[in-house]
């Protein structure tokens, strides 16, 4: 908190708030894509911050990539809770292991003492194997989950990035390109105005769902995030808290 203040981080948090239109943001100083420690600090924040939500809720979607991953290690286990569970928001399987929501959900749940769920399922399913899926006792019950969910973390990305990182198939590449995506979370993509361009085919949680828990937690910075950042907030609809850092949230000033 000094560091911030010093900074004059806590004003620009406030800035950030309104440009945003979130309930809450919390800048962390530096930026994390010239130095990488800054996403360990990201991950201590949202852990701690995290941390004071497990009281009152329980069930918890979470999503993949390496900003989540910052959390999971940060987490402590002062008080284990067996009613907590965490639920991996997207069944996707294209991505390195360590960073699936299959992986973070079970490292959130062995660090906390509660529980997971997991959802196996490839990134890229064809229509027909997508709707049959759909039809699975399994997944019917992971969306029922979905439906239950109290708050969800997420990371944020890049649009081009992620369809890079998920083996995108070059129809999918061209979809999100031409629909001028520029910010990806829970397997949809979103242009600069939020609009929805793409939908990863697979289960996974939906965006009214996301719209409606009681809080979400969203992570991400480096000052090549800015965009995807701003594209992301026009979605929030439930309490929102952004934990960012300097790099992204200074560019962000700079773009609006
Ligand atoms: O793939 C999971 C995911 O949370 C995406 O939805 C998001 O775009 C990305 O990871 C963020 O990854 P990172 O934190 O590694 O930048």
Redesign the pocket.
Known sequence: VFVREMSGLTDMEIQLQEILGITKVVILPQDSDEIPAV?SHIGKEAARFLETLFARYKKIAV????????ISKELTNGKPDKALQFIA??G?L??DVL???NTIAAAFAEKTGGSFKTLYLPDHLSAEAFAMMMKEPVIKEMMDLYDQTDVVV??????G??AV??HSSTEEVEKIHSGGAI??????YFDKDGKIVYRIRTAGIQLEQVQKATTVLA??G?ES?AR?ILSYAKNAASPTVLITDEGAARKIMELT
């Open positions: 996403k999503t993949g990539g390496s900003t989540m991953a910052a928001a997207r996707g294209g991505e960073h699936q929501a997420h990371g944020i990305g890049n649009a990035e992620m990182r998920r910010s990806e979370a829970f397997g949809y992570v991400a480096g995030k995807a």
